[in-house]
């Protein structure tokens, strides 16, 4: 079975200083996994995604994520924090596996990013 | 190319009601998923639709239901109103069915009273 656990329900940082947001997995096949971005009263906006290439992995407006495999976690950072990151942060896995559950989405509860001036 | 689009954007019904959402995907993607997201349970997946036909379905009662039109576009159903229904119901396409990379709507809130 699939399932996320975002370690941290809140994140406070001050602007122009490291964003750590972090997120262990489970899941019994290779896995996908994404981080996605949601500003109050918005969908979600797909920020990076890993599939089985680079372990490192860039995605926009500066944030990237690395993936290891041996502690089945996907962290996202970025250098420096911008009052415009602040918002709520998931962390998702899908499902590789085969029948009906192929292709779901499994959604951390996700972190709250604050970033004070 | 335009996003996923929602309709409404916001809706106010009481206990017992129904209510219809409706998403459209973009264009040339078949497949449009369903998420309800609530402060207590977080986001979490209601059914796919993919060609017409829900391939995948998540953990909620029968008084949640969808469809898929053939120029795939999809449509959710609430019966019988609970307070508990209200959420922010998200709608997401992908190319495909089983595509994993999937591209959200800005979301229908929904207030039950």
């Known amino acids: 079975a699939q399932s996320v656990t975002q370690l941290d329900s809140h994140v406070s940082v001050s602007e122009g200083t490291p964003v750590l947001l972090r997120c262990n997995y489970s899941s019994s096949y290779s896995p996908s996994l994404f981080w996605y971005v949601q500003h109050p009263n918005k969908g979600l906006q797909l920020l990076l995604k890993?599939?089985?290439?680079?372990?490192l992995v860039k995605g926009i407006n500066g944030f990237e994520a690395e993936f290891k495999k041996s502690e089945t976690s996907f962290h996202l950072t970025k250098p420096s924090a911008h009052m415009s990151d602040a918002a709520e942060y998931f962390c998702?896995?899908?499902?590789?596996?085969?029948?009906?559950?192929?292709?779901?989405?499994?959604f951390g509860r996700g972190t709250q990013l604050t970033v004070w001036p | 190319k335009a996003g996923v689009t929602q309709t409404p954007r916001y809706l106010i019904k009481t206990r017992g009601q129904q209510v219809t959402l409706s998403c459209s995907p973009i264009s040339g993607h078949r497949s449009v998923s369903w998420y309800q997201q609530t402060p207590g349970q977080g986001l979490q997946f209601l059914f796919e639709y993919f060609s017409e036909t829900q391939r995948n379905k998540g953990n909620f009662p029968g008084r949640f239901s969808g469809r898929q039109f053939s120029n795939s576009r999809s449509e959710m159903n609430v019966s019988t109103l609970e307070l508990g229904d209200s959420a922010l119901y998200l709608c997401?396409?992908?190319?495909?069915?089983?595509?994993?990379?999937?591209?959200f709507g800005p979301g229908t809130r929904l207030t039950v009273l």
């Open positions: 890993y599939t089985s290439a680079a372990t």
């Open positions: 998702v896995v899908s499902d590789h596996g085969r029948g009906s559950t192929l292709g779901r989405l499994y």
């Open positions: 997401a396409s992908s190319p495909a069915w089983g595509d994993n990379e999937q591209f």
